[in-house]
């Protein structure tokens, strides 16, 4: 090891079961972080200053304004930048020994293998059940342990998968744990319903340490340990905030790691989007669709003072920012009650930020009006077309 690096890891060689020996280990290890965003950043940050000598970053997404409350690895100054090649540069500037291999793409069926297959362990940082899915298989297939994490609003999750037990056999898979992909109304992103940024920070900082105990061969993952999966439950709001659960052997009828070529027969059929119920087709939010019952927030600023403008984001957001005629009802009080919400002998536009929980509201309220429900329409795109298209100072978050 260079003379200088016996400074630069002192601090952890010293460590009961540690010593030099494992920090050659970390040295030789080959790492793959997924998803550069709120998980991936902390967990970069720490797999290079901890002395991993090469990492993998795969990230299609370049970087914005609104992920560097949590994205510590990136800066105001490298806005636009791919975010793999912003995570390197900073990578570089803690730790220039660190070998970073940019992958500067999605994980896909058609890569999952070729670009896994060259490193030691998965982290998975990523943010929709599909690449989830995907990112099990793989590992399942190419037989390399995966440590996930997950984390939204002020909670987190962290488990390995296929972990390597002492019996020679692997610990379950995501599919064993998640055999059913959750209803894509149960799936909200940190654009929609937010997230602390310590939060992904904890856990993104757990998948770390995990890694460097899976290779070092630490705690659980000592050699003469059996190697208990468990599932950590991470809560901010709750005291106390953490809680392990045991999880169950992995699953004998389960497709991906129940049988043998099971997993490799998954990626290569690829069938991901359609799994997890296909792409948000009747709720997306980009703004382009206009159809029955949906008006472009051109409309709606041409009829603004004669409509019922009727805002379905929660009492937060609408304190953020609104619409100074718009009258605030949150969706989950509209749902209970949708007829109890119209102003009667007006015409209602139903709006939120992007145009999805809208889309929700305003067939909820169409549904209970039966004769008349075309007086009812949702606003596309919402506030954030509007603040594109009508008024470029509306403060948009
Ligand atoms: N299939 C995939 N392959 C590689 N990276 C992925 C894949 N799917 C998601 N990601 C990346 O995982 C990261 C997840 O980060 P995070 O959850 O913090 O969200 P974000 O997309 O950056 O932000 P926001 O949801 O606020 O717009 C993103 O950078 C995203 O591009
Ligand atoms: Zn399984």
């Given at each position: ?13 010293i460590l009961e079961d540690f010593g030099l ?34 990492i993998g970053i795969v990230d299609p997404d ?65 943010d929709n059940p599909p690449t989830r899915y ?264």
């Amino acid at each position: 090891m260079p003379l200088e690096d016996y400074k630069r890891y002192g601090r952890q060689m010293i460590l009961e079961d540690f010593g030099l020996p494992a920090q050659l280990k970390l040295r030789n290890a080959r790492v793959l972080v997924i998803g550069a965003g709120g998980l991936g950043c902390p967990a970069l940050q720490y797999l290079a200053a901890a002395g991993i000598g090469t990492i993998g970053i795969v990230d299609p997404d370049e970087v914005d304004v609104s992920n560097l409350h949590r994205q510590v690895l990136h800066t105001s100054l490298r806005q636009g930048w791919p975010k793999v090649l912003s995570a390197k540069a900073a990578i570089e500037s803690i730790n220039p020994a660190v070998h970073v291999i940019p992958h500067i793409t999605s994980l896909n069926s058609t890569n999952a293998f070729p670009v896994i297959s060259s490193y030691d362990i998965v982290l998975d940082c990523t943010d929709n059940p599909p690449t989830r899915y995907l990112i099990s298989d793989a590992c399942v297939a190419l037989d390399k342990p995966l440590v996930s994490g997950a984390a939204i609003r002020y909670d987190g999750q962290l488990c390995v998968y296929n972990l390597p037990l002492q019996s020679g056999d692997r610990g379950p898979c995501y599919r064993c744990l998640w055999p059913t992909p959750p209803r894509q109304e149960e799936v909200g992103t940190c654009e929609e319903i937010g997230v602390l940024g310590t939060v992904t920070g904890m856990i993104g900082v757990l998948q770390a340490q995990t890694a460097i105990q899976l290779i070092v061969g630490l705690g659980p993952y000592a050699p003469n340990e059996v190697g208990v999966p468990t599932l950590l439950i991470y809560s901010a709001l709750a005291s106390p905030m953490f809680r392990s659960l045991k999880i169950r052997p992995k699953r004998n009828d389960c497709p991906a790691c129940g049988r043998e070529g099971g997993a490799r027969e998954l990626v290569e059929k690829g069938e991901y989007v359609a799994l997890c119920g296909g792409m948000r087709e009747d709720l997306e939010g980009s703004g382009k669709r206009k159809g029955q019952g949906r008006v472009g927030v051109k409309e709606l600023e041409a009829r603004r003072a004669e409509v019922d403008v009727l805002d379905v984001r929660s009492k937060e957001e609408f304190s953020i920012c609104h619409l100074p005629e718009a009258h605030h009802v949150p969706l989950n009080t509209l749902l209970h009650d949708p007829l109890a919400q119209l102003s009667p002998g007006k015409d209602t536009y139903v709006m939120c930020k992007l145009g999805n929980d809208s889309q929700v509201a305003a067939r909820a309220l169409r549904d209970a009006l039966g004769s008349g429900a075309d007086r009812v329409k949702d606003v596309v795109g919402g506030l954030r077309a509007w603040s594109r298209e009508v008024d470029q100072s509306f403060p948009m978050y």
